[in-house]
Every structure is written in C-alpha cells, then in structure tokens.
C-alpha cells in the first residue's frame, strides 16, 4: 500500500460514517476482515458482521460528529493511522491510532482501533 492508498481508505471510512450507506460501509472491508473496536476486545469477525454492527451496535447520531486520520506509517499491506474523532453532543475529543492491514484489492482484512479520550484541549 502507498501513502495515497491508504489516505483514500481513511477518507472513504470517514465518509461511509457519515453516510451509514451500508455499501459504503461494507466496501471498506474484506470478506474476511476482523474488526477490533479495542485491541484486546472480542474482534467483528466477517464484512457483514462489520456491516451490521456499525448500523446496529450504538450508530452515532446524524451531524454529531467528525473524523479526521491520516497515515502515520506503511510498510507492505500493513498501516498504522492516526487522527481524532469528535463529537458535539457532549463536546468531546478522541485521539485515535488504528492498525490496518489490507488485502490485494486495498480492502482492509484486518482494523483494531486504539482511542483515548482527551481531557484537555478539547
């Protein structure tokens, strides 16, 4: 993967977040993808497992958030990314690292996400 690659991945995700499009969502991912909401969390095993829990498992309200990531290293198929999200209802701030690893076709196979909550700064 190059830099330009993966930027388009993380832009694509922001926006199939925005969106909710479960096309969108379920483009993102590999058949196979595991997606780890926390790195020592039960992983979502399978792209449409991945599917239904964005849209089902706590999906953030419409215009109360916002994301923005950026790759910090490549190497091969794997990436690690990071960024913030934030929401407005509470105001609050998350800086965020994901490790990503994508398949041939640039769709990620495996996500953990990694997140801490500011207390300053917001």
């Known amino acids: 993967m190059e830099r330009a690659e993966v930027q388009r ?3 694509d995700y922001v926006a199939a977040w925005k969106s909710y499009d479960p096309e969108a969502i379920a483009a993102l991912f590999a058949e196979d ?59 609050t701030v998350y800086d965020n690292c994901y490790l990503l690893r994508f398949d041939s076709e640039g769709r990620c196979r495996e996500f953990t996400e990694f997140f801490m909550k500011r207390t300053e700064g917001l």
């Open 9 to 11: 991945w993380l832009d």
């Open 33 to 91: 993808c595991t997606y780890s909401y926390r790195p020592h969390g039960d992983a979502v095993k399978g792209r449409e497992a991945i599917v239904r829990s964005w849209l089902e498992d706590d999906p953030d309200g419409p215009g109360t958030y916002d994301g923005s990531y950026e790759p910090f290293a490549i190497e091969g198929d794997a990436a690690v990314a990071v960024g913030t999200s934030s929401y407005t209802a509470p105001a």
